[in-house]
């Protein structure tokens, strides 16, 4: 999970260490490019951070309608920005809020419970495949470790 953290500051910190300087374009030029896309990646991960619980959350959604973007440009950008795919990332913080949830707030919520309100709609068995993808282990096998 130190992962998101990371790459969290990835898309806040400095663009210019991101630079290709294979490129033809001036140094100045492709400073400028890099520090819009990084900007473009902070909003994005904003409204992931917002977000994430709706369970129709998507680049596609996000890209069309919130930054009125192309979703292949948005995710190639993003990509690279981040060393990841959106949706690895989506899924990412979503499950790092469940675990926080279950450390915290209920230690007793019932896995279709954290399905539906972590973004994964009605579909627990997937929030237990990807929780167990991220974390190591069971939803329950985490959750009775937290108690």
């Given at each position: 999970?130190?992962d998101?953290?990371?790459?969290?500051?990835?898309?806040?910190g400095?663009?210019?260490s991101?630079?290709?300087?294979s490129?033809?374009?001036?140094k100045e030029?492709?400073m400028?490019?890099?520090s819009?896309?990084s900007?473009?990646?902070?909003?994005?991960?904003?409204?992931?951070?917002?977000?994430?619980?709706d369970?129709?959350?998507?680049?596609?959604?996000?890209?069309r309608?919130?930054?009125?973007?192309?979703?292949?440009?948005?995710?190639k950008?993003?990509k690279?920005i981040?060393?990841?795919?959106f949706?690895q990332?989506?899924?990412?913080y979503?499950?790092?809020q469940?675990?926080?949830?279950?450390?915290h707030?209920d230690?007793?919520?019932?896995?279709?419970?954290?399905?539906?309100?972590?973004g994964?709609g009605?579909?627990?068995?997937?929030?237990s495949?990807?929780?167990?993808k991220?974390?190591g282990?069971t939803?329950?096998?985490?959750?009775?470790?937290?108690?």
């Open positions: 999970m130190n998101l953290l990371q790459m969290e500051h990835m898309s806040q400095s663009a210019y991101l630079l290709d300087t490129l033809p374009l001036s030029k492709n400028e490019a890099v819009r896309q900007m473009i990646v902070y909003q994005l991960l904003e409204l992931v951070h917002r977000h994430y619980a369970s129709n959350i998507s680049l596609n959604t996000i890209a309608h919130k930054l009125y973007m192309n979703p292949d440009y948005l995710g950008v993003f690279r981040t060393g990841i795919g949706s990332y989506l899924n990412q979503r499950i790092q469940a675990c926080s949830y279950m450390r707030k230690k007793d919520a019932k896995i279709f419970e954290l399905a539906e309100s972590f994964f009605r579909n627990p068995q997937y929030f495949q990807v929780f167990k991220w974390t282990v939803p329950s096998d985490y959750r009775s470790r937290a108690k």
